[in-house]
Structures are given as C-alpha cells and as structure tokens.
C-alpha cells in the first residue's frame, strides 16, 4: 500500500497542472473536506475496499498541495518590455546556452517601478563586448542597463512551459546587459545561504587552480555544482555519449559520496575489537555518513535534484540506523512522498521523472534477483556483472524519458556508461572525499591529481562515443498521453502484486504505438513573431537563417530532426505563409493575396480590406506561439493560449484589449 502513496499523489498533482483555468479557494476546501470523509470511511470499510477511498483522498490532496505551493511561491513577474537600470543581489551563476554568464538577482530595484510590481528575482545574460566591469561574486550588489522582459510561454502550444518553471523559481524576468557590470555595495555577510554560496564558488576556484582547463571545469562541476568552466565542446559529448547525468550533482553521486563514507567509517570502526563488538557500529557510520551527505547538499548548491538525492538517501540511511533494510521499495515510496510534498512542482520535470524511474527500476530488478534462489554468475563475476546490471536496467528505464522530454538518444550510452561510472565509484568520488580530509593540510592536490585521472578518463570516453556515426539519435516529441500511460505500465509492474501487474507490459506497449503515430503542426509561429517554420517534405523549413535560435532548435528537436538552423532555413520557400522581418519588410509589403497567412516580427498597420490572416506582436501578444494545421475546411489553429489556459504563471491580455482589426481578420478555424 505504501508504494501507492506517492502514485496517487502524483495523480492528483498531475491533475492540477493539466487543468486550464485556475482553481478558487472554496474548491481546494471542498477537496480537504471530501478527503476527509473519504479517510474516515475507509476506516470502516473492510481490507479488499479501504484502498480505493484511501487512493482518491490521495488523490485529492495532492490536487491541494500543488494549489497551495502555486500559491506559496507566488511573486510579481513583470508585465512589460522594460529596458534601464536594474540593480540587485547576486544570487546565482552560472552559464546561458550561449555560454554567457548568467546571474541571477534578488532584491532587485528598477528605474520608475513600484516595489509592489518589482519581480523579486531577475536572471540576466552578460553580453558585454567592452570592459569587463567588475568580478561577479556571491551577494555582491550590482547594477547594470539592461532589457527584460516576462518569462516566455512555450515556443509551440504543448511544449515546454517556461513560464510555469519560472514561476515556481520565483523568476519575475528574464534578460540581458550589453554594458559592463559595476558594484552598487558590497557583498552583505552574516547570511548563511551567501556564506555557503562564497565557500561554493571559493571551492570552485581552488579546484580549477589545482586542475586548470577542461578537467578542472568537470571537478568543479561534480563536488560544487559551478559548471561556468565546462565547455560547449565537452557538454555536447557528454550529453550525445548519454553522460551529462555525470554532471547532475544527484543520486548517483548522493549515493556513491555515502557509500564511501559509511564503508570508510565501518572499517575504522572495526579495526578496533572492542569498538566492533560493543557499539553499533552501523548505525554510527550512517551517521557518518548522512553528516557527510548534509555538507554535500550544502557544498553543492542545494538545488532540488540535488535535495531529491539527499532525500532519498538520508531514508536509506535512517532505515540502517533503525535496523530497516537500507533499499527497498517502501524506502523509495518514502522519499518520493517527501519530495511531492515538499515539491509538488517536481513531478513536471525529467529529473524527477528519471531519477524515481531508475532507483525504482534498480530496487525491483535486484529484489527479483536476489529472490532467486541460485547465483546466475560466479561469485568473482558478481561485481561485473552488478555494474551491468545496474547500467542497463538505469538506461532501459530512463531512456523513454529522456527522449520524450530531450528528443535524443544515445545509441552507445550503454558503452560509455559501463566504461565510466565504475571509475566513478572507485577512483572520482573517493579522490574528492580524500581531497576534502587532505585540504586542511594543504596536501589536496594529491588526491585531485588522481580524481583529474579519472575525469580525464571519462572525457576521453564521452569524445570517443559522440565522435562514431550515429551516436545520436532524434525523436518525435511525443503526445500529452504518451509519458502517462508509460508511467501507469511501468508502476502496475513492479508495484502490483497478483497476474493484473503484466497488464503494464500492455500500457507500455500502447504508449509506444502511441508515440509511434505522433504528428507534428504543419506550421509553427513563434510568440513574437520573429520566426515561422513549415513542415515540408525535406524536414522544416524555416523562415530565418539566424536569430531566434532557442526557438528554432526546440521545434526541430521535437520534429526529431537533428539539423541546424541554418540547413533548414534553406528549405523556405515563398507560398501561402508569409513571413516579414523587421520594420522594412513591412513597410515595403504590397499587400496580401486571398487566403496568406503573413507572420511579421512588428506591428502590421490596419487594412482596410482584408482578405488574409496576420500575425503580428499585437495578436501574438494575446495568441502565444501558434500551430496551424491545413484540413479541407481550411487552417485549424491552436495557440498556447489554448494549451496552458489562464493560470496564476500565465498573463495573457483580455481578449476585449485586442484591437478591432485583428479580430475582423481571423478567418483562422479553431479545433
């Protein structure tokens, strides 16, 4: 029963984030209420009967925990295009997609706004071509000029929602600054989350001394979180050799920094006899080692993957100091019990999705393993074959998700993960728990030295696997159902007792054909403006060589189409979709013929007789990004205003607020 704990609070949080108009607060007290009743009478219900009201009442509180986190984190998100000074608090760094410095600001000011429409957090990208300004440090007060402007909606109707991201990180706006940085006060102390985000980036800087270029940027990046030195070249291969996992400070090293612990513990403990034989030794090692994971949580950063490994293996380790066995099913439940508590929001994201998919899949394969009642190997072979297992059955489960949330996949993941992770294990996280002992005594480098061995070792792999053809593969983007029904094969097989668990090889098959018979929008518009793309039949032809280039690669990924942008927009050619960029292509514009759609990156002057369908920043304003899709009635269109709804992340303008002329030529069907 436990291990349905977690599931249906998962339904129910699904449900909140799947519905399209935001919930009152008289119905988050209903659902209180009727979960009230419900467990009140499962109570007098007999064994066979009590889980399924125990389920919905489940169900429905986690429907109200996500209400209430939506809430919690509520914060002003700016509402404009805003361009002038911006002052803040530095609170964060790290690297944009194009490989610029990002901070990201609290306590931010802005010229001739309100502090009650002020967003309490702003991320900015420094693109500053002159002076460098000044040196970016933890809680330093800073100012700049910059533009902002509210976190962006998904870049097509259904994809990824960044608006909703940001909400919940309490990001208000996103931008960037051309002019250099300058230091408005000094960095603030007596704070503990600056204090450790100053011993973060100072232990960030020693490692990159002591292991200066590439290597030194991958050791940063695994003890401290700081990937600002990881190059594009080096992450490219990490992430085409399915390796970028490496990079995630979670449960993989979560778990192997305990191991190393408790076992060093364990054997220091028993090197005493009487140690050995009077006290709990076990007990006290996984002391240790929770101890020695809490200041890892810290070193690291605390982001939430990491805080879901720390989680998951602090109830490891509370059950070895109960006298519990340390992995099991029910230890997994616990955990992501805490976590869609704590973090309702988590159950959106691939990492929470990948790292719950692999441990349960790892715990359930080694359960049926260890039921077995004959070795399937010899006793000399079981390490290996450990390793194999665990690597196979980690890239079996997390390899479906991967690619529907990341529309890749690592053909030779399994050969690079089996030549890197043992070296994990054996030489990278013990060389960095050495170094930490050795730091005191200035004698760190020796240990360094030999995790620089091992990560120079992992990098020779992941370049070697991302340079053979075909290391990488593209995937269609799959439908809203697919991920879900997935989940439900996966659950009723491992968690379902009796013949009704192989009914989950069904689901898992259906979500296969499911995602087999995916479509994609014949035309997709971005939600300015700026770019259009055609399906045709050389792939998607875009509208734009350059510019607008999140947008481009996330629609060709999710057409599974691996090619660049500039490739594709050789495929554009003139027809029934026009596309105007900038104010002269519209202003030279003659006008439209019958039946075009003309997507322009201004404003498009009213016209008097309109015949054609525009889109311009003043409708896309209201629309979101558009995907059209041509049937023998005429063009079906959806927009993001359809899929994300009226949400507290979203702000679309009243529909009233659009212009007349608009509305008058909007010949466009709707589904």
């Known amino acids: 029963m436990l291990g349905w704990v977690p599931v249906c609070l998962a339904i129910g949080i699904g449900c909140y984030f799947s519905i399209k108009v935001e919930p009152k607060t008289p119905h988050f007290i209903y659902l209180l209420l009727s979960s009230a009743v419900l467990l ?53 760094m790290d690297r944009s997609q194009s490989d610029a410095l990002r901070l990201t600001l609290d306590q931010v000011r802005l010229d001739r706004v309100p502090p009650a429409r002020t967003p309490a957090r702003v991320r900015l990208s420094m693109h500053s071509k002159g002076p460098a300004g000044i040196t970016p440090e933890p809680g330093l007060r800073v100012m700049t000029t910059a533009h902002l402007s509210p976190p962006s909606g998904p870049v097509e109707p259904g994809g990824f929602d960044f608006q909703r991201h940001a909400w919940f990180a309490r990001l208000g706006a996103v931008g960037y600054a051309r002019v250099p940085l300058m230091g408005a006060a000094p960095a603030q102390d007596g704070q503990a989350g600056l204090l450790v985000f100053r011993i973060r980036m100072a232990a960030s800087a020693h490692i990159q001394q002591r292991l200066p270029g590439d290597t030194g940027g991958f050791a940063a990046a695994i003890t401290t979180g700081d990937r600002s030195a990881m190059s594009r070249d080096d992450l490219d291969a990490l992430r085409a050799s399915n390796l970028a996992h490496l990079l995630a400070i979670s ?32 007990g006290i090692a996984a002391v240790g080692a929770l101890i020695a994971a809490s200041g ?74 260890r039921d077995l009642e004959q070795d ?80 120079d070792w992992i990098l020779g792999v992941a370049h070697w696997i991302a340079g053979i053809d075909g290391a990488r593969g593209y995937v269609i983007a799959p439908g809203p159902w697919v991920i879900p029904l997935l ?10 007792q009796g013949r009704l668990r192989w009914a989950g090889v069904a689901a898992i098959l259906a979500s296969f054909v499911l995602w087999q018979g995916a479509e994609r929008p014949e035309v997709l518009i971005a939600d300015n403006g700026t770019l259009v793309g055609v399906l045709t039949k050389d792939g998607r032809a875009l509208s734009k060589a350059k510019g607008a280039g999140f947008v481009a690669r996330n629609w060709l990924e999710n057409d599974g189409d691996g090619t660049s942008q500039e490739r594709a927009a050789r495929h554009w050619r003139a027809g029934p979709i026009v596309h105007l960029s900038g104010k002269r292509a ?20 009213a016209l008097s007789d309109p015949v054609c369908t525009v889109f311009d920043p003043v409708r896309l304003k209201h629309t979101g990004a558009v995907a059209l899709n041509q049937t023998v009635e005429g063009w079906v269109m959806t927009t993001s205003r359809d899929t994300a709804g009226e949400r507290l992340w979203t702000a ?16 466009t069907k709707r589904p």
């Open 40 to 92: 009140f009478l499962a109570r007098h219900l007999t064994e066979a009967i009590s889980p399924l009201p125990v389920g919905v009442a489940l169900c429905m509180i986690g429907f109200v925990l996500a209400g209430v986190r939506a809430h919690t984190v509520a914060e002003p998100v700016l509402g404009w295009r805003y361009y002038g000074p911006v002052e803040g608090r530095i609170i964060a």
């Open 251 to 282: 449960g993989l090293h979560m778990g192997l920094l305990t191991a190393v612990v408790f076992g060093a513990l364990r054997l220091l403990l028993a090197a005493h006899p009487r140690v050995a034989l009077v006290w709990p030794t076990k």
């Open 296 to 369: 890892y949580l810290a070193l690291s950063g605390g982001n939430v993957a990491t805080q879901r490994a720390f989680i998951m293996v602090a109830v490891a380790l509370a059950a070895l100091i109960i006298g519990r066995r340390a992995i099991s099913i029910r230890a997994v439940a616990v955990a992501a019990t805490i976590v869609l508590i704590w973090w309702p929001e988590a159950l959106t994201g691939p990492g929470f999705q990948m790292s719950f998919a692999a441990t349960t899949a790892l715990v359930a394969v080694f359960g049926w393993l």
């Open 376 to 455: 399937l190997v010899p006793r000399w072979a079981k390490p290996v074959f450990g390793v194999f297992i665990s690597s196979l059955v980690a890239g079996l489960a997390t390899a479906p998700i991967a690619a529907a949330h990341f529309n890749t996949i690592a053909h030779y993941g399994l050969i690079a993960n089996l030549l890197s992770v043992p070296l994990m294990g054996v030489l990278v996280i013990p060389a960095a728990v050495l170094a930490l002992v050795l730091a005191p005594v200035g004698l760190d480098w020796v240990a360094l030295w030999l995790m620089g061995l091992g990560l």
């Open 487 to 496: 989940t439900l094969g996966f659950l009723l097989l491992v968690l379902w």
């Open 586 to 605: 519209v202003a030279s514009f003659a006008g439209c013929r019958e039946g075009q759609i003309i997507v322009a990156s201004v404003e498009v002057p």
């Open 652 to 667: 679309w303008p009243e529909p009233k607020d659009l212009p007349d002329q608009y509305v008058r030529i909007n010949p």
